[in-house]
C-alpha cells in the first residue's frame, strides 16, 4: 500500500531533497508577469484540487509553487471554511509575541507531523496581479497556514521551527487527522488594508 508521500509524489508534489525546496523562490516582477502569475496560481490550484480528492483537509491546506517544481513567489492557501486566499510575492512584516505550538504536516513530506512553534498573529505583505500591494493580518491556524507557506518561498521547511530535541510523528501515531486547530476562536482573516496604511 502506497505511504503518504509516495500518493503526494503521484500527484506531482516535490519532495523534501528536491533543490527547488531548499532554495528561495523568485519574485514575480508584476504586473510585467501577471500573465505567468496567473499561470503558476492555476496550476496550484488544480494540483490541490487532485491533492484534496485523496485527503481530508480539517485544518485547511496550503500549496506553494516550489511544491509542484516551479521556483516563483506563489502561494495558495484553502482556509477549512473554503475560502482560498492568493498570496503573491508574500513576506511577513510583523509578528506577535505571543506564540503557540501545533502538529503541522507539509506535503513533500506526508508521512509525519512535527511540532512547530509559530506566533499567533503575523502580518503579511503580498501582491494582487496588477502589482497593488497590501497588508493583511492572519491569526491562530490561518496564521499558521500563510507562514507554513511563506517558509517554502523562503526555501524552509517547519523542520526547521520544531523545539530543539523533539522528533516528528509518523502519521500512523499522529491523532489529529480530520480535526480542526484546536483555538478558542474561529479561524479568519484577522484584517485587510492598503500597504503604508495603519
Partial sequence: MPTPSQHMIELGIAQEGAAVLARPAVPFALPAETT???RVVERLRATMSRVASVHPF????GMAAPQIGVGRAAAVV????GTELVLLNPRVVEESPEVDE???GCLSFFDVRGLVRRPSRIEVAHQDVDGRTT???????????VAHEVDHLEGRLYRERMPPGVEVVPVSRYRGTGT???????????DRRAAGGR
Fill in 36 to 38: 505567468d502569475a496567473l
Fill in 58 to 61: 480539517a485544518k485547511g491546506m
Fill in 78 to 81: 484553502r482556509t477549512p471554511d
Fill in 102 to 104: 501545533q502538529f503541522e
Fill in 135 to 145: 497588508v493583511t493580518g492572519f491569526r491562530d491556524g490561518l496564521a499558521r497556514l
Fill in 180 to 190: 480542526g486547530w484546536s483555538y478558542g476562536t474561529a479561524v479568519r482573516p484577522a
